[in-house]
Structures are given as structure tokens and as C-alpha cells.
């Protein structure tokens, strides 16, 4: 099994849809939760760290479910600068000590 | 405020040869990490160099190895170079105990 595991998609949408990813880790123990966002050929980018709260910024909303090991981003409104691919990462061990642990990426396709 | 920068962009290697790839951490940060990223998959994480030693390591063979040096900069080296090393190298940096890593734009190998 995979310790992070992702639908890879891809995810076509309209315009103006809304779009959900999941996301399950193996590692119980795991403390950090991020989403980065991923361009064609480009670098990974944070998108936005995870808590256990949940939290929302803008259009985009994340959600962290401990008892069955489930990340989820939520997008509203979708955009076609929305298209990209958007990786689940797990930092294991909560503080730094480097390994973020990647899913394989979900790719979202956003049309007019 | 400078970003985390790699080079060179691009490099085309040959079987068996070595390669020696460089980071510059973000301003301010002291904490480097690097990572493989296939096509198609998500970045699988090499090696975490802080206070000029490597502080922990994913599972990559000793061909690959690293240094970091006073000004927090680091290298990755890969001898002995197999077609299956081409792929996109992150580097990735942050400060401290952080946990939110900050990607560069990669260098691209190619190994023939």
C-alpha cells in the first residue's frame, strides 16, 4: 500500500464547477498535512497546510479526517487557472525533519 | 526576497557518468531537502541536509549523495548515472523546525 494515495484523474470540469479531491495516508502517527499545486514543468507549490479544524482560503477549502486517515480539497467556482495537478503531502513526524511524503498527483482539467 | 534557485535548468548525461546539481535556500532559511520526481509520479524524497550534515535520508542508493556548505547552499551528486535517474530534481528549503518546504524550479536530467 501506499503510504500516500491519490485518485490521479484527471478531473475534467466546466467553468464555475466545483471539484473535490481525496486523498488517504497510511501512517497514523502523521502530524503535517499539506496540498501543493503543481504547473506543467514547474516546481510544486504550497497551496495550503491542513489542520485538523479544517480550514478555507478563498475559493479553496481543506479538511483533515484523523480517525479514518482522509485529506480532502475542496475548490468552488472553478477557474480555468485552476488546471494543474494538485499533490497531497504527509510530513510524518510533524516537525521538521524533512520528509514530506508525496501522493502521485490528481489533475484537474478546467474548460470553458 | 529571492526564492529557492537550482542549477543548471536542464542537463543531458550519458550511462555511467556523474553529475553534480546545486541549490540556493530561500532567504533566511537554513534547512535544504531534495527530492526525484519521475514523470508522472510525485517528488520521492532523497536526503535533508541541516547544520551541514545530512539529517535524514529516503530510500536511494549511495550513488546519491550531498553536501551542504557554511552559507546554508547544497549540492547533490549522482555517480555512476543510470537511465532510470532521469527525472526532475527539486531542491527544497525551509527555516528551522518549520514544516512548510518551499520548492526550486528543478533541474531536469536526462541520462542516454
Known amino acids: 500500500r501506499k503510504e500516500v494515495e491519490q485518485d490521479p484523474g484527471p478531473f475534467n470540469v466546466p467553468e464555475g464547477a466545483t471539484v473535490a479531491f481525496n486523498c488517504t495516508y497510511s501512517?497514523?502517527?502523521?502530524?503535517?498535512f499539506f496540498w501543493y499545486r503543481q504547473d506543467c514543468r514547474k516546481e510544486p507549490k504550497l497551496l495550503m497546510s491542513v489542520y485538523s479544524s479544517g480550514n478555507e482560503d478563498g475559493r479553496f477549502t481543506a479538511q483533515l479526517n484523523r480517525a479514518s486517515q482522509y485529506i480532502s480539497l475542496l475548490i468552488r467556482d472553478s477557474k480555468l487557472s485552476d488546471s494543474a495537478t494538485y499533490l497531497c503531502?504527509?510530513?510524518?513526524?510533524?516537525?521538521?525533519?524533512?520528509?514530506?511524503?508525496f501522493g502521485q498527483g490528481t489533475t484537474l482539467q478546467v474548460k470553458p | 526576497d529571492a526564492g529557492v534557485t537550482q542549477s543548471p535548468t536542464h542537463l543531458i548525461k550519458t550511462r555511467g557518468q556523474q553529475v553534480t546539481l546545486r541549490c540556493s535556500p530561500k532567504?533566511?532559511?537554513?534547512?535544504v531537502s531534495w527530492y526525484q520526481q519521475a514523470l508522472g509520479q510525485g517528488p520521492q524524497f532523497i536526503f535533508q541536509y541541516y547544520e551541514e550534515e545530512e539529517r535524514q535520508r529516503g530510500n536511494f542508493p549511495d550513488r546519491f549523495s550531498g553536501h551542504q556548505f557554511p552559507n546554508y547552499s547544497s549540492e547533490l551528486n549522482v555517480n555512476a548515472l543510470l537511465l532510470g535517474d532521469s527525472a526532475l530534481y527539486l531542491c527544497a528549503s525551509n527555516r528551522g523546525q518549520g514544516v512548510e518546504q518551499y520548492f526550486g524550479p528543478g533541474t531536469r536530467l536526462t541520462v542516454t
Open positions: 503531502v504527509v510530513n510524518p513526524l510533524g516537525v521538521n525533519t524533512g520528509k514530506l511524503i
Open positions: 501512517n497514523s502517527a502523521s502530524q503535517s
Open positions: 532567504s533566511g532559511h537554513d534547512t
